[in-house]
Nanobody, 122 residues
Framework: QVQLVESGGGSVQAGGSLRLSCAASTTTYSYYCMAWFRQAPGKEREAVAL?????KYADSVKGRFTISKDNAKNTLYLQMNSLKPEDTAMYYC??????????????????WGQGTQVTVSS
């Protein structure tokens, strides 16, 4: 069983930055796909950044968000710069426990954190 705990959300003005963190309970997470998803009210959960052997980004965040992980600390990060009001959502980290390869579909992830709220005002 993998437990994921996000932190770092908050309220910022457009153009600002936030860094989200996701602490994992197991060292084996370093071998698995890790991802950040977000879900705005009334919308489906969408992947914004993935990391396995490579990093991948949704077009909407490319060039503004950076996903990274510190294996020694069992922690996943999402650096978010140049934030826009449309980035407002609950952000979740997730992992495909048992798989080293990432996917864009939320249905393929079996471990999720509780989420952290990001609110960007104009």
């Amino acid at each position: 069983q993998v437990q994921l705990v996000e932190s770092g959300g908050g309220s910022v003005q457009a153009g600002g930055s936030l860094r989200l963190s996701c602490a994992a309970s197991t060292t084996t997470y370093s071998y698995y796909c890790m991802a950040w998803f977000r879900q705005a009210p009334g919308k489906e959960r969408e992947a914004v950044a993935l990391i396995d052997s490579r990093t991948k980004y949704a077009d909407s965040v490319k060039g503004r968000f950076t996903i990274s992980k510190d294996n020694a600390k069992n922690t996943l990060y999402l650096q978010m710069n140049s934030l826009k009001p449309e980035d407002t959502a609950m952000y979740y980290c997730a992992t495909r426990g048992g798989s080293a390869y990432c996917a864009w579909s939320a249905s393929l992830y079996n471990y999720w954190g509780q989420g952290t709220q990001v609110t960007v005002s104009s």
